[in-house]
């Protein structure tokens, strides 16, 4: 069940009949335009933080310019809330457009950047796209690659111990999973008669930092080393919404059903590549997922391009704006420094709530 209701975007959207199709599988109309108005305003909002790293309103930029139609389909789709009744997200650094999905506002991500104390995911201490919302059960994203993979079983296994039909979600990239925390996952997700409902992404965009995969894996499909598990999987093209739509579906309602692992991997874009460290420079020859979907969009007579460009205009102002404000927010206050160091806990006698200096 998508977050947000379908066609709350505006215009003629929920007057619209018709399908959009990629010759194999199809979706309606309104949602196509409900999803592509969710691309447009995250790839807005990556853009404008990518400039705000290159002119000092921010420091270090990371996301997922490539990934918006894979990314978008997954988050219409997460059972969101707290505890384990709901879907639990152990995210990596570039899923900016499965929480705009999940109805996140821009700014948010804007204060991140922009590192001011209203930062709702990290007060401005964390890089951008390091979410965490403990009210949608997204657990702090680390820079450390890969660590997710192995906290994952955790809270799949407090959902195999309550009852309802809430999952674990996990995402990554392809370098990752020659660590061994993603093997643990696979071990540790599929014991027998301890099977756990954990979704297993890797969103695969052929690139570590500059290594290429095909230089460091012999297996060509990541989800076929879920095979000596048991794991199925499915390999998808990440740049087409409406395959990525179906994919999520079906891979969810296996994880959720079954209460088993599934092995997801989504072939996608790196549009600027790694992060600003290594320049975040439009990369020319990967195929953008926005361009590719308009052009559906447009075959299907789903819109014009009258409509297509009032989303983009829409998009940047409501991205500058959100930029203009959070500058003029304030910054973390010294005196704050040692505040949310740990999270409050009725078992731990010495913090209980919050670090409140060396024990004595
Ligand atoms: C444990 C660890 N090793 C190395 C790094 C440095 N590092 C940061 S991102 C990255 C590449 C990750 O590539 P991939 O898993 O394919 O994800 P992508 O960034 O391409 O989405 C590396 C090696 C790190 N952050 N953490």
């Keep these: 069940m998508p977050n947000e209701p379908i066609g709350d975007s505006g215009d003629a959207v929920g007057l ?29 909002l990556e853009e404008r933080t990518i400039k705000m790293s290159k002119s000092g309103q921010g420091y270090f930029w990371i996301g997922g310019p490539g990934e918006e139609a894979f990314n978008t389909c997954l988050g219409l789709q997460v059972r969101k809330g707290c505890g384990p009744l709901f879907d639990y997200l152990h995210l990596h650094y570039r899923n900016s457009a499965t929480l705009v999905a999940m109805g996140m506002p821009l700014i948010d991500s804007i204060r991140q950047m922009a590192m001011t104390a209203s930062d709702p995911h990290s007060h401005g201490r964390n890089f951008c796209s ?13 820079s450390v690659i890969e660590v997710q993979y192995l906290m994952a079983p955790g809270t799949a296994h407090v959902q195999k111990r309550t009852a309802g039909d809430g999952i674990t979600i996990v995402t990554g990239g392809d370098a990752g999973t020659a660590e061994g925390d993603f093997a643990s ?14 979704l297993i992404v890797v969103t695969n965009n052929h690139y570590g930092i500059s290594t290429e995969h095909c230089t460091q894996h012999s297996a060509e499909r990541i989800i076929d080393r879920g095979r000596a598990f048991g794991i199925p999987g499915e390999v998808v093209d990440g740049n087409d919404v409406v395959a990525s739509w179906h994919a999520v579906a079906r891979a969810m309602k296996y994880v959720r059903q079954q209460r088993r692992p599934f092995l997801l991997e989504a072939r996608v874009s790196r549009l600027y590549g790694h992060s600003s460290s290594s320049g975040a420079l439009r990369v020319k020859g990967e195929p ?27 998009a940047r102002a409501e991205v500058e704006a959100a930029v203009e404000q959070a500058l003029a ?32």
């Excluded at 559906?296 to 829409?314: C, I």
């Excluded at 740990?342 to 004595?360: E, F, Q």
Aim: hydrophobic share 35%; aromatic share 6%; glycine share 4%.
């Design 130 to 142: 390091h979410f965490a919302r403990r009210d949608w059960n997204v657990i702090p994203v680390t």
């Design 288 to 314: 953008d997922p926005i361009e590719l979907f308009e052009a559906k969009l447009l075959e299907a007579g789903a819109t014009d391009q009258h409509g297509l460009d009032a989303v983009h205009e829409e």
């Design 16 to 44: 619209l009949t018709g399908e959009v199709s990629n010759g194999q599988e199809s979706l309606p109309a309104d949602r196509c335009l409900h999803i592509h108005r969710l691309m447009v305003r995250t790839r807005a």
């Design 185 to 198: 996952c696979l071990v540790w997700s599929s014991r027998p008669c301890n099977e756990l409902p954990v």
């Design 329 to 360: 927010e304030a910054q973390p206050r010294a005196e704050d420094v040692e505040k949310y160091t740990y999270a409050p806990s009725d078992v731990d006698a010495v913090y209980p709530d919050d670090y409140t200096g060396l024990p004595s």
